[in-house]
């Protein structure tokens, strides 16, 4: 009922995210989204990969601290107010949005999509999918 998230932790410095990339690069990983959150020091970069298994084992190996948590990955009609739609139901439901990232769309089914982190992802994803809301899975990501 929901994609995995990969969480990296990474220095706040010059290369650290190109070195990043390399390595899910060199082993043939899609980043089908991404999203980058910064302090002074460090930061996180969120990634959504084609294989989140493959791309844990091989940070794992490379020696980046990382995590991996579900998220919503949700189909967003791709025209004016479809995101306020999608946050009404979202309300309605009492879903608190943590945080959000878009990632490219289907400009022929005339979607976006959006990753969504919040509380409840399984509860969540049950309450949209009522309302006729298309919920990614896993596998979705690679016909993408």
Same mark, same amino acid.
Request: net charge negative.
């Given at each position: 009922?929901?994609?995995?998230?990969? +969480?990296? %932790?990474?220095?706040?410095? &010059?290369?650290?995210?190109?070195?990043?990339?390399?390595?899910?690069?060199?082993?043939?990983?899609?980043? !089908?989204?991404?999203?980058?959150?910064?302090?002074?020091?460090?930061?996180?970069? !969120?990634?959504?990969?084609?294989?989140? =298994?493959?791309?844990?084992?091989?940070?794992?190996?490379?020696?980046? *601290?990382?995590?991996?948590?579900?998220?919503?990955?949700?189909?967003?009609?791709?025209?004016?107010?479809?995101?306020?739609?999608?946050?009404?139901? %979202? &309300?309605?439901?009492?879903?608190?949005?943590? =945080?959000? =990232?878009? %990632?490219?769309?289907?400009?022929?089914?005339?979607?976006?999509?959006?990753? %969504? !982190?919040?509380?409840?992802? *399984?509860?969540?994803?049950?309450?949209? !999918?009522?309302?006729?809301?298309?919920?990614?899975?896993?596998?979705?990501? +690679?016909?993408?």
């Amino acid at each position: 009922m929901t994609v995995n998230q990969i +969480s990296v %932790f990474i220095e706040n410095k &010059a290369g650290s995210l190109y070195g990043l990339t390399q390595v899910l690069a060199e082993n043939h990983i899609d980043i !089908r989204a991404l999203y980058l959150a910064e302090s002074s020091d460090f930061g996180i970069a !969120r990634l959504i990969v084609n294989d989140v =298994y493959a791309a844990s084992t091989l940070l794992k190996d490379s020696g980046y *601290v990382h995590q991996v948590s579900p998220v919503l990955a949700v189909a967003v009609p791709d025209v004016p107010g479809g995101l306020n739609n999608l946050l009404h139901m %979202f &309300a309605e439901a009492e879903v608190n949005v943590e =945080y959000m =990232y878009a %990632f490219l769309g289907d400009k022929k089914a005339g979607n976006a999509y959006m990753i %969504f !982190r919040v509380a409840e992802p *399984v509860k969540a994803a049950a309450s949209l !999918r009522t309302k006729g809301v298309k919920i990614l899975e896993q596998e979705d990501l +690679s016909l993408l």
